[in-house]
């Protein structure tokens, strides 16, 4: 039988992934399982989308254009012109997702062993395409004591190489809900110039800021329009991610017109999720708000419980639908299967998602654990109840 | 500023692309250009898919499994079963089109610097996903007099290196419209035993065969179930290309593990894509019937019509819409460019696909084009006469 490739082999499991069938199991032994691993948001998709989809009348369904329906991008750069970033319909690619946008943009940029620093803990998937393309992923810690701000302008100078292209992060950030200040983002503004690196920024979550906090984009970062690439998707945005609707955005007329090649070499994006993303510009601004509202009272139903469970922490995030919080347990992936195949709460548990799945460094987030809050608000009462129980009888408790 | 990827830089710029501004230009003066170059088909797609689209009734356009929607894969396992092609859901993953289908197989079979051997003239996109994966493409070469039939054997056997992992065929093929034969299929059989290699078999256009003539798919090939990639696609079978719905399928359940990761890194295929193709499965046989009709006559327009034009050429073709055609000119890329901004008759022309851009063999196709028979058989007659008013006063001409 022919070999597969390294490539394929280095290609990491999910964890949470390993944790499925466990879940599988649980729900046939008729327990309910709450769904906190996830980040597929149960909010309601706009009906203006849908509707975009339901009174589709071309003949044939066609190819769009390799960097997306031209109609579309045009309205993109007015949605980001709301947002004050100001960019025209050329420095946007439509990708099949941010997944497809990120290894666009890791692939333009970077050569095999090339390096890209990220904070960790960061979303897995990152570790995915950086194997995808072939480059190494070069993690920075950041602590869930600072609440996972970023990390000391030093750490970020002791990792960088020769081999060093790019920084990325993620804000507000997967899987820590972490939303960077503008002076953060213009500590990375410095470090980018200094050592004429990249910054890739990961902004799917930008509707998603709490307490009267505002998203500072890597776009408004001035003097560094050539290293800038931002990373969007309509996924979280609009609740859509089954859409595959995403895209890649820089003013660097070099990295666009190289991205787009990778783009031309798989035709297009896909049509239908474009037609419904196009149409989910007309979004009216109360659907953000009720969605705001919905998700402020689901954090702090989380972030309250938590912070009242014995030896257990979480900070309080700005964004984004994450929290990390840290749990008097020996190790998280144990932990997390052991809620599963042995443990319930009045035929009731919760799937968490381990937190060593977002740190790249061996070792860490081993009492750590993400928890999306999806779930509605009643939901999510009941799944902290049910944590609570379960960590007082988890036999790897360390309190 | 920094600097992009060799990757990038590498990536091949579609001679096609290269002739739209021209193209562009010839319509702003009024110019009738009749489309030959595109693999984009004019028939319409079946409705019962169009229905299911417009009959969304989801509240949230959700993530589907990674692998594609289950019942999809079902019922696709069915549609294979109807073409003798014995396969489960479990042995299929669905790609955003076949593009990604191809980059999830090159990626999971193969290391940077291995090789893969294509007959040339191939799809000029393979080029991109080679790079892409930083794999090689070793062509090897299928003359137009055969009628571009697979090469000997021993020019397989020539190219075969300690770094080959597969072989790539296109059945039918496209650029060429050939459709292997039972007995050459059999040589690949024997080929990839002996050496133990994977055979990739890109059959998006299985459904286009003419004459009687039937597809013998390389899922037929006995004994080879472990080294055997079949690549698929909507895009063309029902006139979807926009869709982006495509698939890998292999018995090999160490691949299919493997490219299954690679699918986990990116989430899942599009949803609404999925949705409309599952519906598609239902197309009457009736709407084949009348697509095959309706493009023989498509075939037999320009093949006919080419061989009747002083000193041209084309051999005709048994699957796929199109045809590579040899002309009395000095170089395809110059004759193909000067048809659209130099030339007209009646103020129409014609824009066509210079083979080079189909050869990886620097110099060959200089003499052949490839037309695409997606229009109308009036539409085809026009350009026929157009074509052959062109090569009457084309200063590069060769007789």
């Known amino acids: 039988m022919p070999s597969i490739s390294v490539k394929g082999r280095m290609m990491p499991e999910s964890p949470i992934r390993k944790l ?19 980040g597929q948001p149960d909010i309601p998709t706009p009906e203006v989308a849908l509707d975009a989809i339901r009174n589709f009348n071309g003949k044939v369904v066609e190819y769009s254009h390799s960097a997306g329906i031209p109609s579309y991008r045009i309205k993109l750069a007015e949605y980001y012109k709301k947002h004050n970033i100001h960019i025209t319909a050329d420095d946007i690619i439509i990708g099949a997702g941010a997944s497809e946008a990120i290894l666009f943009a890791f692939q333009s940029i970077m050569d095999p062993d090339d390096e890209v620093i990220i904070p960790e803990p960061f979303y897995a998937n990152y570790n995915g395409f950086a194997i995808n393309a072939g480059i190494r992923v070069k993690p920075i810690f950041s602590s869930i004591e600072s609440g996972f701000a970023l990390p000391p302008i030093a750490d970020f100078e002791k990792s960088i190489t020769s081999k060093t292209k790019a920084i990325l992060v993620c804000n507000p950030n997967n899987p820590t809900g972490y939303l960077y200040s503008e002076e953060e983002l213009e500590t990375l503004r410095q470090l980018v110039l200094k050592y004429d690196l990249y910054l890739i920024a990961d902004e799917v979550y930008r509707e998603f800021c709490y307490d009267g906090h505002k998203h500072y984009s890597c776009m408004h970062l001035k003097g560094i329009e050539n290293n800038v690439i931002l990373i969007d998707s309509v996924s979280k945005r609009y609740s859509a991610c089954g859409m595959r ?24 994006p896909p049509s239908f999720g474009q037609i419904a993303a196009e149409a989910a510009i007309q979004t009216p601004d109360s659907y953000f708000e009720e969605v705001l509202q919905e998700y402020l009272a689901r954090r702090n139903v989380v972030v309250e419980s938590i912070n009242k469970m014995d030896g257990a922490f979480c900070p309080t995030p700005k964004g984004a639908f994450y929290v990390v919080a840290k749990l008097p347990i020996d190790d998280s992936d144990r932990f997390c299967q052991w809620l599963l195949d042995s443990f319930e709460f009045e035929m009731q548990t919760v799937m968490l998602a381990p937190a060593s799945g977002f740190y790249s460094t061996p070792g860490r987030g081993k009492d750590e654990v993400r928890i999306s809050y999806v779930l509605n608000v009643n939901d999510l009462k009941q799944s902290m109840k049910v944590l609570k129980e379960a960590l007082k009888v988890y036999p790897g408790r360390t309190i």
């Not at 069938?21 to 769904?35: E, Q, S």
């Not at 890649?248 to 070099?254: D, F, L, P, R």
């Open 20 to 38: 499925v069938p466990f879940a599988d199991l649980a729900k046939k032994r008729g327990v309910k399982v709450y769904h906190l691993n996830i």
């Open 245 to 268: 609707v995403g895209c890649m955005i820089s003013k660097n007329k070099e990295v666009m017109s190289t991205a787009l090649k990778f783009a031309q070499a798989r035709l297009s």
